[in-house]
């Protein structure tokens, strides 16, 4: 119920820069920082790091390096950064990719599939939402609202809860994305609140992109049942299009909770209780450097965990989500050295939930809601002041309307609350990427905004890329990022929540051969001000308040790897450390890696993938350990020609039995990891011509 205040119950796109002074893809810059060695700094903190990555005797040319980088994922270029095309082993931060070809390889189903297999990332599931662990930070029932999430630059996190949707509740078909953008660390100083501890950008197809027709299906566990079409095209006159939706529905899985095991609560049983149907549509229309992009999309699901006291087994408990948006942009260069990029949309975010209560005289229905429009603007200028400083500079408000929470019992109607708000959001930026050497970019800026409920926050940064050698960098990040309570959490008492800061440093390398590039970092993050559930009195009410720091301390290695073959492997492993006040923080893994592999050559009539995922022991809120999790995924597809490909997918193959932390809202203190799920699917689609 996330609207319904745990007191209240007792319960606790970016395109490329066009101006002939700044390459769109930095070409010249690349060019010479590629080409020529200049006299390499290293830093006492990553010498070691230096030694074990740039070592060996043998070094590839400028122009195998490229193609390795290539193959590898480490050359590709991404906007999300810097809010500007950049190639990834020049950001000041470190980036992942997940590209075209892996969402198709694995057959990702969703987001929240697809972040399962980043380094340092992790997934739980609480039945209803899915929840993103990023580098040990997640806890339970926190509506991802630490993580930014954009499609092509539009937020997409809700007004009233902050929540970045990852599931089907977002309303997102991964036949429709280009690729996914994760950026991890403080992004303050170009976003914003809510860019904690990273911002992940879905970069959306484009109509000379995408096929010029496409349908997909897929059935399988749960008794779900899929459906998924896209049309596109292009006209002579410059005109693009692309318009896709897809439709959902499944049964879902009958669920045993020990906590609820007694006659009086059908054994602890949840049957036909977990239920699910979703509908999305998304389409843009692109012309003379502008676009218009529209989604839609609503998702009803069952709960069967009887979150927040409601009536065990009760199918009639379900919540409905949509985030829909319009948004048109432009990108117009003035001149020779500047680029202007604006952007004006309408964005609402809706929650409706249906909740049964049994208060002793039967079941009475319980309606929680949490609606919120928003209308919005973005200015921003990249400019070329000289050839080694690239600034970009802009501004961006957000007007509240329609904004409120409600919850109330229908018969008989009883008002628990009824919040209405409206206010806005200002902010200015400003970021400069110097070059005083031309192996050497430091980027320092900050962004100030001004929140109507809580002041000015400034949040800066500051930089440093080394080029130590061809295919080698040294990265040094520091940066700082806030977020501010939701109205959800602002509103549960009659104190003021201060926001949340978090400062984070980082030292990395990263290195590429002619087939394989690796990743090794250190970090060290600090989490001040944490917004929780916190219990005000012995009747077990619970208000959010501001709670003590968090530290994080932790590396990171990855290892990517393309043969001769088109043989694609990717390993990572990840070992950190969070506490409070010297404690361990729950649902949070020391150890978290994985193997992933893929064959997946174009044109190849069979295609294989899968991986293994592993998690240490989390703690769970009552102090227990969850134990560690190994779990599985595979995909093989078969092409019926050269148009249709048949796929047989499994999740969990090995049924392993694993748990994750449950949160405040549920009387387990621990859920039950879905087991072994099959699915088949089939797909379809034509290429545009020539």
């Not at 972040?115 to 209803?128: E, H, I, K, Q, S």
């Not at 530290?551 to 492993?573: C, P, Q, V, Y």
Request: with cysteine; hydrophobic share 40%; proline share 4%.
């Amino acid at each position: 119920m996330r609207g319904c205040f745990p007191c209240a119950r007792g319960k606790s796109p970016s395109r490329a820069l066009t101006s002939s002074a700044i390459p769109a893809d930095n070409s010249e810059m690349n060019c010479t920082i590629w080409n020529r060695i200049g006299s390499a700094r290293t830093l006492p903190a990553l010498a070691l790091a230096s030694a074990m990555l740039a070592g060996g005797t043998a070094r590839a040319g400028a122009d195998d390096l490229r193609e390795a980088l290539s193959l590898v994922g480490a050359g590709e270029t991404v906007v999300a950064a810097a809010k500007r095309p950049q190639p990834v082993s020049e950001t000041s931060s470190l980036v992942t990719v997940i590209s075209r070809a892996e969402i198709e390889a694995l057959g990702y189903h969703s987001l929240a599939d697809a972040l399962r297999w980043v380094r340092g990332m992790f997934v739980t599931d609480d039945r209803n939402y899915s929840y993103l662990g990023v580098r040990g930070l997640e806890r339970p029932g926190d509506y991802n609202n630490k993580v930014l999430l954009t499609f092509d630059g539009h937020t997409m996190n809700g007004v009233v809860f902050g929540d970045a949707l990852l599931g089907d509740e977002l309303g997102l078909d991964l036949e429709a994305v280009e690729r996914i953008e994760i950026v991890r660390g403080p992004g303050s100083a170009l976003y914003g609140g809510h860019a904690v501890l990273a911002v992940v950008n879905v970069v959306m197809r484009h109509g000379r992109s995408a096929p010029a027709a496409s349908v997909a299906a897929r059935a399988g566990a749960g008794r779900e049942r899929r459906g998924f079409a896209s049309f596109s095209g292009t006209h002579a006159s410059g005109v693009e299009w692309l318009v896709s939706g897809s439709w959902q529905a499944a049964r879902g899985l009958d669920w045993y909770f020990p906590a609820y095991d007694s006659p009086a609560t059908g054994n602890g049983r949840a049957v036909d209780a977990d239920g699910e149907q979703a509908y999305a549509a998304y389409g843009t229309l692109e012309w003379r450097r502008s676009r218009l992009a529209v989604k839609l999309n609503d998702r009803m699901k069952r709960v069967p965990t009887a979150e927040f006291g409601t009536v065990f087994g009760d199918r009639r408990t379900r919540t409905w989500d949509g985030h829909d948006f319009v948004e048109l942009s432009t990108t117009q260069p003035w001149g020779r050295a500047v680029e202007l990029n604006a952007r004006a949309y309408w964005d609402g975010a809706r929650y409706h939930g249906v909740y049964i209560y049994d208060y002793g005289q039967g079941p009475v229905e319980n309606i929680d809601t949490g609606n919120g429009d928003t209308f919005g603007t973005e200015w921003r200028v990249n400019w070329s002041a000289s050839r080694s400083h690239l600034v970009t500079a802009g501004t961006e408000a957000q007007s509240w309307v329609r904004l409120g929470l409600e919850n109330h019992d229908l018969d008989p109607y009883r008002l628990y609350f009824d919040r209405r708000w409206h206010g806005q959001v200002e902010a200015v930026y400003a970021q400069d990427e110097w070059r005083p050497t031309r192996t050497l970019i430091v980027t320092g800026g900050a962004r100030v905004d001004r929140d109507t409920r809580f002041g000015a926050i400034t949040s800066p940064r500051l930089d440093a890329v080394w080029r130590l050698a061809p295919g080698t960098s040294a990265k040094l990040l520091a940066g700082t990022a806030f977020r501010g309570p939701t109205h959800y959490e602002d509103d549960s008492a009659a104190v003021r929540l201060d926001p949340e800061r978090v400062r984070t440093y980082e030292a990395a390398v990263e290195r590429a051969w002619t087939r394989t590039a690796a990743t090794l970092s250190v970090y060290h993050t600090e989490l001040r001000n944490r917004i929780d559930l916190v219990d005000v009195d012995s009747q077990g009410n619970s208000y959010y308040r501001n709670r003590g720091a968090v530290d994080s301390r932790g590396i990171e290695g990855e290892l990517r790897l393309s043969t001769s073959h088109d043989m694609r492997a990717r390993a990572a492993l990840a070992y950190q450390r969070s506490t409070e006040a010297g404690a361990d923080v729950t649902n949070s893994p020391r150890w978290n890696g994985h193997v992933l592999v893929a064959h997946a050559p174009e044109g190849a009539r069979f295609t294989l993938a899968g991986g293994v995922r592993w998690l240490s022991s989390r703690l769970t809120r009552a102090g227990e350990r969850t134990g560690g999790a190994a779990i599985v995924d595979a995909r093989a597809g078969a092409h019926l020609g050269p148009r249709a490909v048949l796929g047989f997918e499994a999740r969990n193959l090995f049924d392993a039995h694993a748990y994750d932390p449950a949160s405040d809202a549920l009387a387990a203190d621990r859920l039950e990891l879905e087991p072994r799920a099959l699915f088949l699917t089939l797909s379809w689609r034509r290429e545009p011509l020539p």
